[in-house]
T-cell receptor
């Protein structure tokens, strides 16, 4: 158990809908990361937050947004969903943003868009 | 620019044989390098990491990796494969700001 908690574990929704994925980082970790894993694209970095502020952006679509709240949990919002958004979405956390810090992954949220 | 290349998306070895998973990196700054493992239906777990101390890094489950600056490589090895080693393995380079760039992964199959 990494200590990173993600909910829901599985989600099935229709095209055009909006979903929210939730992540609680490990106790004491200030930085949260979101990744998307799909068969054709591999593990793609979406976005990073540190202590409530956006730190870095990767290949995140404009239809997607995220935030980190004062209690350090984070949410990833996916809207106007398309079939191609079906993937495993991981949240990860690290103590801070110093280089070399290990990031710890949650077990992921499986999103299926039908 | 920073990037990671994992040679071989699928590797098969016999139980008891040597495991060698290849990773080459590109980094404009001295890198920190990581190997993660992903078992089916699970998240990624840290196997080991290199942070500029010893070039030979020992990790969990008998895995180790050697940082070779001249070859820009960080290959993962295990002397004797076990059935439980079957998983997806990811190499990653870590850059300032603690951002990670992951390779495309190598799926390891262990044949009994």
């Amino acid at each position: 158990d990494s200590g990173v908690t993600q909910t829901p574990k599985h989600l099935i929704t229709a095209t055009g809908q909006r979903v929210t994925l939730r992540c609680s980082p490990r106790s004491g970790d200030l930085s949260v990361y979101w990744y998307q894993q799909s068969l054709d694209q591999g593990l793609q970095f979406l976005i990073q937050y540190y202590n409530g502020e956006e730190r870095a952006k990767g290949n995140i679509l404009e239809r997607f947004s995220a935030q980190q709240f004062p209690d350090l949990h984070s949410e990833l919002n996916l809207s106007s969903l398309e079939l191609g958004d079906s993937a495993l979405y991981f949240c990860a956390s690290s103590a801070d943003v110093a280089s070399g810090n290990t990031i710890y992954f949650g077990e992921g949220s499986w999103l299926t868009v039908v | 620019a920073q990037s990671v290349t994992q040679l071989g998306s699928h590797v098969s070895v016999s139980e008891g044989a040597l495991v060698l998973l290849r990773c080459n990196y590109s980094s404009s700054v001295p890198p920190y390098l990581f190997w993660y493992v992903q078992y089916p239906n699970q998240g990624l777990q840290l196997l080991l990491k290199y942070t500029s101390a010893a070039t030979l890094v020992k990790g969990i489950n008998g895995f180790e990796a050697e940082f070779k600056k001249s070859e820009t490589s960080f290959h993962l090895t295990k002397p004797s494969a076990h059935m439980s080693d079957a998983a997806e393995y990811f190499c990653a380079v870590n850059i300032p700001g603690n951002q990670f760039y992951f390779g495309t992964g190598t799926s390891l199959t262990v044949i009994p």
